[in-house]
């Protein structure tokens, strides 16, 4: 049971640390646009709404997308006064106490209220406001449930892999 539960453990922190490597291109790209943007404007007195979006729409997405792979690396920021004294099997209980009460409940909120708002952006295409935007902000708001799914997988993750530290005793 316990090799079952490592191997799929395994698979999820796999792909969050796939998709966190690829998050981390965007933030190059990020910075790139940002370079260009500002050159632009105070260089050639020249901009571009659809640029500035593009720079939103990166940070966005890196910060949804990379929140699983962050937690996969235990980089969330969070008061440890506690938790860094405790023992392995203390940070156990708390890594799947925590898990089950409030990160997978948390994730499959967001997941559920973020889904209709998803799909009726989906339904109109959803477009910027601004003369000149991007067309995409159905896709961006794509990336809330992605976040949150991620998100969900990950505490599994965290979950199982506490639950075998937990058996160990």
């Not at 090799?3 to 969050?16: P, S, T």
Request: net charge positive; proline share 2%; glycine share 6%.
């Amino acid at each position: 049971m316990n090799a079952q539960i490592e191997k799929l453990c395994n698979r999820i922190d796999a792909l969050n640390e796939r998709v966190g490597q690829f998050a981390a291109w965007f933030v190059l790209a990020m910075v790139g646009i940002t370079f260009l943007v500002v050159v632009m404007r105070y260089g050639f007195n020249f901009g571009r709404i659809a640029m500035q979006e593009s720079i939103t729409y990166l940070h966005a997405f890196v910060f949804m997308i990379a929140g699983a792979y962050t937690l996969k690396h235990n980089q969330h920021v969070r008061v440890d006064i506690f938790y860094q004294d405790m023992s392995l099997q203390n940070k156990a209980k708390v890594d799947f106490f925590g898990s089950i009460f409030l990160l997978l409940p948390f994730a499959t909120f967001i997941v559920w209220i973020s889904f209709d708002y998803v799909m009726n952006s989906w339904k109109l295409f959803e477009q910027s406001r601004e003369a000149g935007g991007l067309p995409l902000v159905y896709i961006l708001k794509t990336f809330i449930p992605t976040m949150a799914l991620l998100l969900l997988l990950q505490a599994l993750s965290l979950c199982g892999r506490a639950w075998i530290a937990l058996r160990k005793q």
